[in-house]
């Protein structure tokens, strides 16, 4: 793939993604892709490698959680052989009237039209603050999680939904997840 392709992958990928197109989003990324979201795991469990379809889940839970999807904007994209490196910024409205903008920097490898790892570094402080439910019965202090393997990040599922779905029976409450009742 030439610079050209190169770059058309990758906002392409964004397109689809701002269009709620979550399914199409993630059929640009090969079956062994992997993403990776930047901070310490302490901090934000969402912050490790995932496979395709741990990002998609997680893709998919934000997105219900959203008034609307969230709009992601490429504003400088830079391509150099197989890598693709992107100046992002999204914006949003959570269904608790919560508004979410934030700014990326992602560097994509894409082979053969698919995207093959990604490496995302954003604002996870700003991320933590707004996805957070405080009204969540699990969110109140003193509520601890029970499951080690949740709070560790080894339970089955991906950890990295309990930050965003409510409805999974999870939220995120400091360093660790917790499961509601």
């Known amino acids: 793939m030439d610079r050209q392709e190169t770059r058309q992958t990758a906002g392409e990928f964004y397109v689809r993604f701002s269009a709620g197109d979550v399914p199409g989003a993630a059929a640009l ?7 990776w979201l930047a901070g310490e795991r302490e901090l934000f469990s969402a912050a490790r490698w995932h496979t395709k379809d741990e990002i998609a889940k997680l893709f998919t ?4 959680r959203l008034k609307g999807g969230l709009t992601m904007t490429v504003k400088n994209a830079i391509a150099e052989g197989d890598l693709v490196a992107l100046e992002v910024e999204s914006d949003g409205e959570l269904t608790n009237r919560r508004l979410y903008h934030n700014r990326y920097h992602t560097a994509m490898r894409v082979s053969g039209g698919k995207i093959r790892e990604v490496r995302e570094y954003s604002d996870t402080q700003h991320a933590h603050a707004v996805w957070r439910d405080r009204n969540h019965p699990a969110d109140r202090p003193g509520t601890f999680c029970t499951d080690p393997g949740l709070a560790a990040g080894t339970s089955s599922g991906i ?9 999974a029976g999870l939220s ?7 499961r509601s009742a």
């Open 29 to 35: 990324l090969s079956s062994a892709a992997s993403w």
């Open 61 to 64: 839970l934000m997105t219900s």
């Open 172 to 178: 995120w409450h400091g360093p660790s997840l917790v």
């Open 159 to 167: 950890s990295t939904a309990a930050i965003l779905s409510p409805a």
